[in-house]
């Protein structure tokens, strides 16, 4: 919806082909990504879709940052996971596994009405702090009463002893993966009509100007709190579908780092745009899984990340691709191609770069034996010699150099030129 | 033949910490009467526009609307008993376009409440209606420009919009000239004439030619107080009021 | 009875006064740039690091004073080359900004010094008892600690009410949209306060690292707790931030040394610990002692958001 930002109603590119392009990778994808843990992969990354969807309800169209939106992904987990072992005791009797992330759902909202009944009074950072201080009292209320959340090691549950609706046997890890798509799929259209309703549009309109709001009639605190409850409803849609691809539901569910990795994804990916907290989400989840298992620096390059996009680029990925996309469009590269390939080759080279300190850092600080043979980028080094320190921040200064100072001054030159000769 | 009072305020005061705003303001305001309200920069008229429409709470006395007490309700329920208010400053939501905003402003007064099972741009009342409002605010043209990139009198010009959408009975408009060339001016005063012929109309005016020319009473509004109320032929020869602001104002 | 009253009390106020540390430049950021800096207990760990590092070199005394200057270089740094640069977009991103920052930093000071704790102790010129009550032994440490906050808040006090810098703060905090008015240069005044509030900060981890552990997770651990101060004490107080600090401090410890709960005191009565009401009749107040400032936090929110003395709301 055009209301939303700069995304702007004028370009198509990012209101249809989303539709046709992402269903297809979901179908196309676990062909590829045909191995457990790739499959596995995929599921977690459309239930982080989903869950950065519902998030971004709150940050995004409402403008309420939340510190504390993993309660309802953990509690609609939670209490989905009762219902998932009701069922389990009960022989494989009950409600069937496609259901169980409605549980997770009324449980979000659930929630979300009662705890959003006195946090959106406020926006801004009364909000924030409120969810922050609900985010630890639940998480440590989590630990203490463990009859619910069963402690610390959580709770388990089997989702092949439930029943299917259709017969689907959910043994295989593939077809667990096309039940989270199809929860998927559903949860992204309810919420994108969502934004286009009365209900939508008064959240923009809440987050933009709450004075002018009510004096065309609306409450803002009530138009955050519907916001609020909705969202956590999706929240635990997200956390019921994690039990039933995961089958066990611990603490940290409802805990400040997922709260914050929703936040950090979604942000990464741009919240003034539909599909913004998609591309975040999924690249979060690529990155928190297999960077985790290669480098033990993941989440500072996570974090260096989240920072290059609050200070460099507010719109987030997608907002870069998309502000390019026009720029395009309206003929701004013409006579610039060049300048802006180079520019992007050199940052990226900066990137490589960057990446060989950062790297060899560890290395030299964390491993035991520092000077032990080290492969960095196909190459084998001794991180106690000068000389892969040297090449390293070399190409990481050359990279940026080239882009900020050579690249950028060229392409705002040639701007100008093409500008004044098209008035001369 | 007695008019009934769409505004009735009586004894209302406001501070501010201990500096004294308003203090202590008695003013009816006549059904379908156009009444304008002047006096200095910093007598308070602002404030009292913030107090008649909930954006303020009241230090004490009552404002009673159509016979019902609306001082202290949150504006937007002072809103919805039917009294609609512009900014001095422009208070628009800037990133959406003047449909957009025409849109916002009518959906509430056209009962769709925070319905989130319906789409805005089905709603075909809503649309005809704004639509109909952006022909005559002469923006038909601009009805999908970012309100952010309006010019000025525009601006002004979609805020009256807004501010009569809604369909209230009782309209302020603070300053709605102010700012403009007198060109500008005399359309926007064209323009509310126009769109707020059967309502009630309070203003702040500055400009003492459009004042005399729009209001069927006049209030003169000094230092916190009400100093004089009357027909624009009542205030010109009101010594009082000569003393206190015009007699300042003419030379 | 009166022997626990005491002793949560003296340890509380110590307590407190680590938490005062850490919080009056928290509040005084707050008060006057509106930026609730999410990685503000990411500098007081800085301070701690600092500290440790330099006093292997120096000694515990230079490091003393060198440390939270280096740590408010460092917020120098921060505000004025990212959090200046953000402000434009406005509050969010600014908070959002600080809270990538904490991230950054945590993970920086886990590669630089490990992710186990350093052994960061007090010098042995204050490692010795200072005095005893009821069977507990003081260290001159603790009363080190006592009086480095005593000359803070005094500091503070002085430096707000009686020097011309203080006085642009001291407007400022109440009245942010007027210091351009004042002709000041309200960039580098914003500069100077955040670099000040964080060498508050790194003072408070100086003290703070050697009293508790100095390891990557003590950001994390104390960030949220030194948030509940502020709001008690309501946003841009100082005075607020002592008191609040001293609030939290004291109750803390209360409920960690009483071990008291329903159960215990009245009896189980055949109340099971499983349940809802079950666990909470069984609870002891020393896990409570841990949940006590969030909801704090949140109960302020609720019904006072300006705090204990906040002039303006958050
Ligand atoms: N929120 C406020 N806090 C303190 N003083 C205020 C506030 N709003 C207005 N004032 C003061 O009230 C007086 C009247 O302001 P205002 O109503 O805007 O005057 P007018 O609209 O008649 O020019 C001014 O002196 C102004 O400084
Ligand atoms: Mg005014």
Known sequence: MATNTAAGGASNLLRFWPWVVIPLLAL??????????????????GIAIIFALSYNMLLGNTGLLSFGHAVYYG??????????RMVNDAGGEGLPLELI???????????GVIFGSFSVRRAGVVFAMITLG???????????FSDFFGGEAGLFGNRVAAPSLFGVDYGSNTNTYYLVVAWALIAAIFIYLLRKTPLGWMANAVRDNPERAQFVGYNPTIVRFIQFALAAMFAGLAGGLF???DEIVNDESVGQIQSGIVLLGTYIGGIGYFIGPMVGAALVTVLESSLSSYTEAWVLYFGLLFISIVMFAPMGLVGIVHTQYLTWKAGGWKGNTGIRLYMLLAGLVGIFGAICVIELSYHYFRSWDPSAPFGLMGFTVNATTALPWLVSFGIAIIGFGLMLFHGKPMLARRISATSEGGNA | MTKRNALELKAVKKNFGRAEIIRGVNLDVHEHERHVIIGPNGAGKSTLFNLISGRLKVSDGSIKLFDKNIHNMPAHKVNRMGLSRSFQVTNLFQNMTVMQNLRCSLLWSEGHKYAFWKSVMKQDRVTEHALALAEELNLSSQADTPASL??????????????????AEVILLDEPTAGMSRTEANDAIQLIQRMTGKNTLVVVEHDLSVVFELADRISVLVYGEIIATGTPDEIRNNAAVQEAYLGTEVH | MFETIAYSILNGVLYGTLLFMMSSGLTLIFGMMGVLNFAHASFYMLGAYFAYT???ATGFWVALFLAPILVGAAGALVERYGLRRVHQYGHVPELLFTFGLAYVIEELVALFWGTVPVPYKAPASLDFTAFSLMGLDYSMFKVFILLVAIVMFVGLWLLLKKTRAGLVIQGALSRPDMVGALGHNVPMVFTFVFAFGCALAGLGGVVGGIQFVTDPGMAFMMGPIVFVVVVLGGLGSVPGALVASLIIGILQTFFLSINFSLA?????LGIEDSGFFGVLWHMETTRIAAVLPYLLLVLTLIFRPRGLFGKREA
């Open chain 3, 264 to 268: 215990g005191a009245i009896g189980s």
């Open chain 1, 75 to 84: 509690l609609g987990a939670y209490v989905a996971m009762h219902v998932l």
């Open chain 1, 101 to 111: 992330p409605v549980v997770g759902a009324a449980a979000g909202l659930f929630f």
């Open chain 1, 243 to 245: 039990v039933i691809t």
């Open chain 1, 28 to 45: 196309i994808l676990p062909q590829i990504f045909d191995s457990r843990h790739g499959i596995t992969l995929l599921s977690h990354m």
């Open chain 1, 134 to 144: 609900l985010g630890a009292l639940v998480h440590s209320s989590s630990l203490m």
């Open chain 2, 150 to 167: 309006l010019t000025y009198a525009e601006q002004r010009a979609l805020e009256v919009g807004c501010t009569v959408a809604s369909g």
């Open chain 3, 54 to 56: 330099l006093g292997l």
